[in-house]
């Protein structure tokens, strides 16, 4: 009996977890299903999002301070919603011409930067103490033009190093520009990067700065904002009174059963009242006791007055049997 309620109370908290976990709804239960876009697999949670916003105006305000500081310029550095795309994606946004550099790398993988030409040449021009206001037509930079920029763009490298050391320690010297021929060998076409990209205002001019950062430095720079692990799973109280309770006043049929016994049709067309059959089994023999379909005692045969019983000798074994394991 105790080895019952145990299994009856398993099986009372299976129900109650099921009710809770299970995936499968009663027809009168809405049922919770969005369209799948494969497009947004793999893409920062909205906690992820949320907990690199802060770096992120944090670095629009460091781009601001480096830029502004060294043109002695009002600049406005505005922080772009971030988003995750392919290599090959990125390649194919941008322009025929533009601005590209490394400016840190850890963990074996560099971070890229791209700046719109709309935004080099006036910063250049200031630079030369022009106005600013020059734009010529969209072209790679000149090496001497490169050699000019370098001192901004060591200002500007040591600003993104910087802003984003709380969540990973990028190492490198000044941004090391790429041609676009080579910016593309730099990640795989598959690869998901982590674009964060700036709208930087000139008073003359405008244009874009993006932060493209491959998959090994991204999954760094989220780590830290990975939503906490959900809470355990309270515990079941061990009290089972009211469940022994409820079981105890129950009822389960029980079953007194004899082992087959084969009768020739012979002796059965010939017996009259009062005859008896003998049957091939001894009058000691135990003889199981079904409870509920299942073997839990051997008993005798007996009777109580006017009514049938069994006299239980044996406590048997509930757990299912291996294979060629013999009944205890």
């Not at 969005?34 to 944090?58: C, I, K, M, V, Y």
């Not at 406005?76 to 995750?84: C, H, M, S």
Request: proline letters at 10%.
């Amino acid at each position: 009996m105790e080895a019952l309620l145990n299994l009856a109370e398993l099986g009372s908290l299976r129900e109650k977890a099921r009710g809770k976990t299970s995936a499968v709804r009663t027809p009168g239960e809405a049922a919770a299903a969005t369209a799948f876009d494969p497009r947004q697999a793999g893409q920062p949670s909205a906690a992820q999002l949320h907990g690199l916003e802060t770096l992120h105006h944090g670095c629009a305000r460091k781009i601001a301070a480096a830029l502004g500081g060294a043109l002695r310029v009002s600049l406005e550095v505005e922080p772009v919603p971030v988003e995750q795309i392919s290599a090959a994606e990125w390649g194919e946004k941008l322009p025929a011409a533009t601005y590209l550099a490394t400016w840190g790398r850890a963990l074996g993988a560099s971070a890229l930067l791209q700046l719109d030409l709309s935004l080099v040449f006036p910063l250049l021009d200031r630079l030369l103490g022009g106005t600013g206001q020059e734009a010529p037509e969209a072209r790679d930079l000149t090496e001497i033009e490169q050699e000019i920029w370098a001192p901004l763009g060591r200002e500007l490298g040591r600003a993104l190093r910087a802003a984003w050391e709380p969540a990973v320690k990028l190492e490198g010297p000044a941004p090391q520009p790429v041609p676009r021929s080579e910016a593309a060998a730099l990640f795989p076409p598959a690869e998901q990067l982590l674009a964060v990209p700036f709208q930087l205002r000139l008073p003359e001019a405008q244009g874009r700065l993006l932060l493209a950062f491959p998959a090994t430095l991204a999954a760094v720079l989220l780590r830290p904002f990975m939503p906490p692990d959900a809470p355990p799973a309270p515990r079941i109280p061990r009290d089972s009174s009211p469940l022994r309770e409820q079981l105890l006043a129950g009822r389960l049929e029980a079953e007194l059963r004899l082992p087959r016994s084969t009768v020739s049709i012979r002796q059965l067309c010939g017996l009259q009242p009062g005859d008896v059959v003998a049957l091939p089994v001894r009058a000691d023999e135990l003889l199981p006791v079904l409870v509920a379909g299942r073997e839990m005692f051997l008993a005798s045969p007996v009777r109580c007055g006017t009514k049938r019983g069994a006299q239980v000798q044996q406590v048997l074994s509930i757990v299912p049997k291996k294979e060629g394991e013999e009944r205890t």
